[in-house]
């Protein structure tokens, strides 16, 4: 069975402009959830999509967005992109919201300049 | 506010040394993970303790739940330089929608 995949791995852009990232879940898998990584903070939720609905929300601003679609691969959208928007940003998916165990994928790095 | 603390942040040390990272909280949990990240991949699930006292051991790493539910540890005996990456605790703290919470992570160096 494949892996969580997230699209693109690597991402340069300038502050004010937007993002949107993608992510293919484990086949079978409905829930997928959305984190940033940064050295400073560590690894934060952003949201959680459990069948095109989101289901939790982390504490991050209204610039941070979210959809999946019907096939359970979900994209995040980031606008008005600022210097610290620079992360990596993680998706994991697991098969319903009662499994503890989530299964990350690589990643993508994006940064903002 | 809830805080899941690692220490130490950062290690450096031999291959063939033991090394132990911690992982504390002044809450109490159902359940504590215990993941791996290696450079340009996210964290791999390696083991969820459950149960207070718990003892669980995978190859040369040794896994314990404190017997209150507050805290974990990771012990490495014999490290490599395959051990190398950033170890990361994780938690669901009661209402939060069981959505996981991470620790601030112990980067891990092992020279060889």
């Known amino acids: 069975k494949a892996g969580v995949t997230q699209t693109p791995r690597y991402l340069i852009k300038t502050r004010g402009q937007q993002v949107t990232l993608s992510c293919s879940p484990i086949?079978?898998?409905?829930?997928v959830s959305w984190y940033q990584q940064t050295p400073g903070q560590g690894l934060q939720f952003l949201f959680e999509?459990?069948?095109?609905?989101?289901?939790n929300k982390g504490n991050f601003p209204g610039r941070f967005s979210g959809r999946q679609f019907s096939n359970s691969r979900s994209e995040m959208n980031v606008s008005t992109l600022e210097l610290g928007d620079s992360a990596l940003y993680l998706c994991?998916?697991?098969?319903?919201?009662?499994?503890?165990?989530?299964?990350f994928g690589p990643g993508t790095r994006l940064l903002v300049l | 506010t809830q805080l899941l603390e690692q220490s130490p942040q950062f290690l450096s040390i031999q291959e063939g040394e033991n090394l132990t990272v911690y992982c504390n909280s002044s809450s109490v949990f159902s359940s504590l993970q215990w993941y791996r990240q290696e450079p340009g991949e996210g964290p791999v699930l390696l083991v969820t303790v459950v149960t207070g006292g718990e003892v669980k051991k995978l190859k040369r790493l040794t896994f314990q739940f404190g017997d209150a539910r507050k805290d974990s540890s990771l012990h490495i005996t014999a490290a490599q330089p395959g051990d190398t990456g950033l170890y990361l605790c994780a938690v669901i703290f009661s209402g939060s929608a069981r959505q996981l919470t991470f620790g601030s992570g112990t980067q891990l160096t092992v020279l060889p």
């Open positions: 994991a998916s697991r098969s319903n919201t009662g499994q503890e165990t989530q299964y």
């Open positions: 999509y459990f069948s095109e609905t989101q289901r």
């Open positions: 086949s079978g898998h409905r829930s």
